[in-house]
């Protein structure tokens, strides 16, 4: 079977290589990345009959206007204790938040002032620091969710919007999720621009030819921008992807692939010293290509089981 994929490999070729460069071409451009339609809510991906689930959705049939899908907290603060001044300003914020100009996704604004039964709750002993809460429409991490925080945290810094000396910070549920999405996608960046170069220096050291290294990074780099495009795809369509795979995907295809493609070329280095260029390349495909299935056989296993394999209780 490997042995005639060989042979079609090496009659269709420069269709194969034209056809991932485009494809790769358009994943790249237009396909969603798992970032932006993936979820970091790990509550996503837990069974439906998940206990903590049942527990939230019966806390909110019960209190259907004190629950929120995610909620934001605002600390403000001032060292040596906050004045009516700092308060008047506090609660002069809803004047945005609950305006005609809002986010659409700011469902209340709740403070100390508005709602004098919390007011232990929300400010300090030493009245040095006190809280407000963003009820969102939206659970946190999604993209709509993660706007609103961005849109109240530049409102916040706008100079005049709060008197001198007192800080604001958004934090709770939807701050944390968009403080951690955006650490996620920084430290990708990061990861994708040191694996490129790690693999590129390893490639010219074995090789030390740039066009022999340039034919396995650009292998590499389509398989990647292919295979991110197809999993941002399927997250947008709904299933239940992480966006942390964002970071794994760089270092699994940029790391195996590295792995397969010098394999690869080095048998056919070996089988070039037994038989002519085309023949060559026709049995280093079809040997390499069974040794590739089996271990990317390997890889798949784990999860393919968590798909089909009954869940006990």
Not at 126 to 148: G, I, R, Y
Not at 183 to 195: F, H, L, M, P, S
Not at 253 to 271: K, L, N, Q, W
């Amino acid at each position: 079977m490997f042995d005639r994929l060989g042979a079609l490999v090496f009659r269709l070729r420069y269709f194969l290589v034209v056809g991932w460069l485009v494809a790769a071409a358009l994943f790249g451009a237009f396909a969603p990345s798992l970032s932006q339609a993936g979820s970091a809510d790990e509550t996503s991906f837990l069974p439906h009959d998940a206990e903590s689930l049942t527990a939230r959705q019966v806390i909110a049939d019960g209190f259907p206007n004190d629950t929120a899908p995610a909620v934001a907290l605002i600390v403000f603060s001032r060292q040596g204790g906050l004045t009516d001044a700092d308060r008047a300003a506090i609660e002069g914020l809803r004047g945005y938040l609950e305006g005609a100009n809002h986010p659409a996704e700011i469902v209340r604004y709740v403070t100390a002032e508005s709602t004098p039964s919390l007011a232990s709750m929300f400010r300090s002993s030493d009245n040095v620091v006190e809280l407000a809460q963003l009820d969102m429409a939206h659970p946190s991490f999604l993209p709509v969710t993660n706007d609103a925080i961005d849109a109240v945290r530049a409102h916040i810094a706008d100079s005049g919007t709060l008197p001198s000396g007192l800080t604001a910070q958004i934090t709770g549920q939807a701050g944390i999720g968009r403080d951690y999405l955006m650490a996620i996608k920084e430290g990708t960046d990061r990861t994708t621009y040191v694996t490129i170069i790690l693999v590129v220096l390893v490639l010219l050291l074995i090789y030390r030819a740039p066009l022999a290294a340039l034919a396995p990074l650009l292998t590499i780099g389509s398989a990647f921008l292919v295979a991110r495009g197809i999993l941002g795809l399927m997250a947008q369509a709904g299933v239940p992807l992480s966006s942390v795979l964002d970071s794994f995907i760089v270092v699994l295809v940029f790391g195996v692939g590295t792995d397969y493609t010098i394999f690869f070329i080095s048998r056919f280095r070996e089988e070039l010293a037994r038989d002519d260029h085309d023949e060559a390349l026709k049995i280093t495909v079809g040997r390499i290509s069974a040794v590739i299935a089996a271990s990317g056989a390997t890889v798949i296993r784990r999860p393919w089981r968590r798909w089909w394999w009954p869940v006990s209780g």
